[in-house]
């Protein structure tokens, strides 16, 4: 439970991981095309400011009549509302409003930051707490979203960020069957995002699931076989994607003069390891793969009871993994006080589970859920399988 100064200390650390993935950008890099997926630069950062102040420095808050969250106080440091929230400005619209410079964009992160540590409650209370812990785990999010950026774009990998580790193949795990106690328990304390809520038990039936992520070599038979090209592994709303791409392979591999894998790592293309991780595979890929081997996705509450066996079962720091779930309420769901984070997005997002080598180990959490329309596959995201019922 982050408190204290080592909330204020998460608070600066995740502002410099956010500033390093952005500080050696050029300005032709920082002045980007508009795509879907990644914001403006100048945006994005402006958009963090923002956030930081509107949640921890401008309460209390209400949802007028349009459904927006209102802010009982006016900005200090960042705004307006219009501009920088990403709920009342479309994502196109980013490109064609004006932005503040890239100076100005980080002296407003100066001084929001600076403004909501001076605001920093003291002791432990989850309540009281509970705007500056969202504005820690966004910001965290946000800087994941940077390394996507780069990486998208061709850009450099931002300093320090490695390549998931090689694994050799590591087996599978079999889980028995049992109660199964899913989400945040409504006694445990701390932070917990909405769509975490409300904890429940489920009678789960004994399931064989992978004991790490798929790796390169797996995924590289399926192409090797042809399976981009049978349309058996690509039903419905996959065949209509796998149609519309002029690819046999993951979007960011190819096949050199020599016959030689490899992938294309931010700014360079790097031979495919065998051993490590697929990555930038999106969920109707990962289910072409599973039809073709006769496997599965797990559904996202395996893959969390899966992940209490912490010795055998390798998450984290690797891949974000696909399930076979739409991304859904839990039964009782309600809204947090910054609604927009879960709701529009149920029903028409497919949830993922673990974290990636680019994700604050603060987000590694069981419980977490992660989520994204099925066609992506920009984020550092793989998965693993689960033997048939």
């Not at 780069?150 to 590591?170: D, I, N, R, T």
């Not at 049992?178 to 399931?207: K, S, T, Y």
Request: net charge negative; with cysteine.
């Amino acid at each position: 439970m982050l408190s204290g100064a080592a909330l204020a200390d998460a608070m600066r650390d995740s502002r410099r991981r956010t500033l390093a993935a952005v500080a050696d950008l050029s300005e032709p890099q920082w002045q980007m095309p508009m795509q879907p997926g990644v914001n403006l630069i100048a945006w994005e950062l402006a958009h963090i400011a923002w956030f930081g102040e509107f949640w921890v420095l401008r309460g209390p808050h209400h949802v007028d009549a349009h459904g927006f969250v209102q802010a009982a106080r006016p900005p200090r440091h960042t705004g307006p509302d219009a501009l920088f929230d990403s709920a009342r400005l479309a994502h196109a619209a980013r490109w064609t409003e004006p932005m503040p410079a890239r100076a100005e964009v980080l002296r407003m992160l100066d001084a929001q930051l600076a403004a909501c540590l001076d605001a920093l409650p003291e002791g432990d209370d989850d309540a009281r707490l509970y705007a500056h812990r969202l504005a820690l785990f966004h910001e965290d999010m946000h800087g994941e979203a940077f390394a996507w950026l780069c990486a998208a774009l061709g850009y450099p990998a931002p300093v320090g960020l490695e390549a998931p580790k090689q694994s050799s193949a590591a087996g599978v795990l079999h889980v028995p069957a049992g109660e199964a106690h899913i989400g945040w328990p409504a006694a445990r304390r701390g932070f917990a995002f909405d769509n975490e809520c409300r904890g429940h038990v489920l009678n789960l039936p004994a399931f064989e699931i992978d004991a790490a992520p798929l790796s390169n070599r797996q995924f590289l038979a399926f192409v090797d076989a042809g399976g981009y090209d049978a349309p058996a592994f690509w039903p419905g709303d996959a065949g209509t994607w796998r149609q519309a791409q002029d690819r046999h392979a993951p979007e960011r591999w190819r096949c050199d003069a020599h016959g030689h894998w490899q992938h294309r790592w931010f700014d360079r293309w790097l031979p495919l390891a065998p051993d490590a991780p697929v990555i930038h595979v999106n969920a109707h890929e990962a289910e072409a793969y599973c039809r073709w081997a006769g496997r599965r996705l797990p559904h996202a509450a395996e893959w969390e009871v899966a992940a209490a066996h912490a010795d055998t079962f390798r998450w984290g720091a690797s891949v974000w993994e696909w399930t076979a779930d739409a991304f859904t309420p839990y039964a009782g769901f309600e809204p947090g006080p910054y609604r927009d984070y879960s709701a529009p997005w149920f029903g028409d997002h497919h949830e993922l589970r673990g974290g990636a080598f680019a994700t604050s180990p603060r987000l590694h959490d069981a419980r977490y859920r992660n989520f994204f329309r099925p066609e992506r596959c920009d984020v550092f995201a793989g998965f693993r399988t689960a033997a048939p019922r």
